[in-house]
């Protein structure tokens, strides 16, 4: 019997994090790039020329603004990102009225630079939640999947160009000076963003090729007490049929396993690859735990 996933259900563990990353990225806009005269990208940074030029709250203009964008783009949502999308526009809405009302005294001693990375740091980790459950906060995320969907044009390039446009833009408000700092607090937001996303688990994987598969496996999972797989190759000219060692082990444990690669056959063809999220046994689960004296 197959199993069906429903991937199309609301979680409200979901939501929650929605509540959290958007509290988190809306205070970094209001306590940090408001005050320090930082600019950002998309929907964000309109709000912020718009509220420069006119003084409009960042809270109702980012309301007004995704509004459209919902109604115009909900055909190419679906109904769960639509209902995501909807949350996560109202929580950022929300929390940026909030933090108005309840504004953080927080004292950079007008240093720009540390305001740079602060911004970056703080804006990444709750988008990063946000992206990390599922959601969007709305506005160019939907005008990025409308472009993909109907001229196939990759979202990461949309969001990148839509992201220019805005930030030039904000220099109606900002000096260059300025715009530098902020294109810092860009970058920092970005890798911030990667790294939330891609978990608290990077590992390393191996693929070993060695004319004593049997020994190479047993000696790392004795060793290590992580699990291995024996995958099955063709050599592409002498069509021979060997096995390959297949094992995904921490980076803190890398050196061992090499180690363990030169005892057992110094002349195994080995790959390393970097592993974005590892879930399973001895990553998301408990491992296994290892006798360090073994006594007979």
Do not use: C
């Amino acid at each position: 019997m197959s199993a069906t996933v429903n991937t199309n259900h609301i979680r409200i563990r979901d939501l929650l994090l929605f509540t959290v990353g958007t509290a988190i990225y809306g205070w970094s806009l209001i306590n940090i790039n408001i005050p320090n005269a930082l600019a950002e990208g998309g929907v964000s940074g309109i709000t912020l020329i718009i509220r420069a030029l006119t003084g409009f709250n960042p809270a109702y203009a980012t309301l007004l603004i995704n509004i459209p964008l919902l109604v115009f783009g909900y055909r190419q949502l679906g109904r769960k990102a639509l209902i995501y999308t909807i949350f996560g526009t109202g929580a950022l809405s929300f929390w940026l009225w909030f933090w108005q009302l309840f504004p953080s005294h927080f004292n950079l001693h007008h240093d720009i630079f540390i305001s740079a990375l602060l911004a970056g740091l703080f804006a990444g980790f709750g988008s990063g939640i946000i992206y990390r459950a599922g959601g969007t906060t709305g506005g160019t995320d939907v005008l990025a999947r409308i472009f993909e969907k109907n001229f196939s044009i990759p979202m990461g390039r949309s969001l990148f160009a839509l992201d220019i446009v805005v930030l030039l833009a904000s220099l109606v408000y900002i000096d260059i000076n300025h715009m530098i700092y902020t294109l810092i607090a860009s970058f920092v937001f970005a890798q911030i963003v990667n790294f939330t996303q891609e978990g608290a688990y990077p590992a390393k994987a191996f693929m070993i090729f060695t004319s004593q598969p049997e020994e190479m496996s047993h000696a790392i999972m004795d060793s290590l007490g992580r699990g291995t797989s024996l995958l099955t190759a063709e050599g592409g000219y002498t069509h021979n049929q060997q096995k390959v060692v297949y094992a995904v082990v921490d980076s803190s444990e890398m050196a061992t396993v090499r180690q363990i690669i030169a005892e057992v056959d110094e002349r195994a063809f080995v790959t390393i690859i970097n592993v974005q999220e590892t879930l399973g046994e001895g990553f998301t689960f408990s491992r296994p735990k290892r006798k360090f004296l073994h006594l007979s």
